[in-house]
């Protein structure tokens, strides 16, 4: 017979990766049915996920403001985990910053030509949520 903690102490030893446990979990009932993924299980199997639709969960780095030829705004960011790193990039207002810890959901392209470019393992983002911002209330 397993030992059950008194409610009131389990809620007072909440730690922070619960907390976000917590919060992952409240933010993957908002987006679609994708399954969430680990970069590097996207990357490992990049021609089963090509042009589908995926959900991945990592850090903001070298986060990139731009415009698009027809002068729309426009964003670029590398999403990392611990394992490896995906390119992400969508039109409009990116409401995320470098070091911001994020859910995207979008189309993966196993690789992509643009004139002489070659650009591999991007996502093409229809929704980003930063975790840090999805519900306050949640974090104890």
Not at 42 to 62: I, N, P, R
């Amino acid at each position: 017979m397993t030992a059950r903690l008194p409610r009131t102490l389990f809620i007072a030893s909440r730690t922070a990766s619960l907390a976000t446990a917590l919060l992952l979990a409240v933010a993957l009932t908002r987006f679609s049915t994708a399954g969430m993924l680990e970069i590097t299980e996207l990357l490992s199997h990049a021609d089963q996920y090509d042009k589908q639709l995926v959900v991945v969960v990592g850090l903001v780095t070298e986060m990139r403001i731009a415009t698009n030829r027809e002068g729309q705004p426009a964003y670029g960011f590398l999403l990392k985990d611990v394992n490896g790193s995906v390119k992400v990039v969508g039109l409009g207002k990116a409401d995320v910053r470098d070091g911001d810890q994020v859910i995207v959901e979008g189309i993966f392209s196993r690789l992509r030509q643009t004139g002489r470019a070659i650009i591999y393992n991007e996502i093409k983002a229809s929704v980003i949520r930063s975790l840090d911002r999805l519900n306050p209330d949640l974090i104890g």
